[in-house]
């Protein structure tokens, strides 16, 4: 089975992005790794989700957030790949950031969505080391952004 199989197994079409114009790049390859830049929980240029959690956002909706987050680095690496997912052969890492109220301890609960859905499409291949930190706020008043870094063929 093919990632491209797993991406469709599991419902996802994959965003078309445009490179923006930014004083960083949305993702790096160097020396066989690819590492994409944080990724908010956007569709067709807005932000779904607005808020930080658990107070704006409940856990459940930041966990879709964090799918969501995924779904583009997922967009950013076929790009990064032209167009060729598989030559990923690990995933390195993923760093979660989830904008807290007050109080609330329980960023992993959020991020581990992220890291299901990224195990779910890449398999074994999928398994990660991982950050999931609460932070006082995130670009666009989001709840929610991962990065990730992959390995990839040589």
Known sequence: ???????REAGIT???LAIPAA???PYVVYD??????????????KT????KVPDAVS???AQTAARLCVINILAWAHHATDGDL????????????VATSEGFADA????????????????????????????????????VEVEATFALEG
Do not use: C, K, W
């Open 86 to 97: 598989n030559r990923i052969r690990r995933v390195l890492r993923l760093g979660g950031f």
């Open 59 to 61: 856990v459940s909706d």
């Open 1 to 7: 089975m093919t990632i491209y199989d797993r991406v």
């Open 14 to 16: 994959l965003p078309t």
């Open 48 to 51: 779904l989700f607005s808020g």
């Open 108 to 143: 992993p609960a959020v991020i581990n969505a992220a890291s299901e859905l990224t195990t779910q499409i890449f398999g074994e291949r999928g398994s990660h080391a991982r950050i999931a930190i609460g932070v006082a706020s995130l670009p666009f008043n989001a709840p």
């Open 32 to 45: 066989n790794q690819l590492i994409v830049s944080g990724q908010l929980p956007v569709r067709d240029g």
């Open 23 to 25: 004083a960083f790049r």
